[in-house]
């Protein structure tokens, strides 16, 4: 298992959890939050792959985030 966190002023809590859901076929997802991050135990199907998962979760996560920012912009 690999933990991610996610520092709520970087991260919209809205694209963690839709990246969570985009890889959810890929592996097992625990969601948590703290009081500054949100927090992803991150478990692939196939313990090999748990690290290649997690980069990738991070970053849609992070690629979504921006896309809302600048949806906001522009609205």
């Known amino acids: 298992m690999i933990e991610l966190r996610f520092h709520r ?3 919209a809590g809205e694209a963690v959890d839709a990246a969570v859901k985009q890889f959810a076929r890929f592996g097992a997802f625990e969601l948590a939050e703290d009081s500054s ?3 992803v135990r991150v478990t692939a199907r196939k313990p090999e792959r748990e690290r290649a998962l997690a980069g990738e979760l991070g970053n849609l996560a992070l690629g979504l985030t921006d896309e809302r920012r600048r949806a906001a912009r522009l609205a």
Request: glycine share 0%.
């Open 37 to 39: 991050h949100w927090v």
């Open 9 to 11: 002023a970087v991260y």
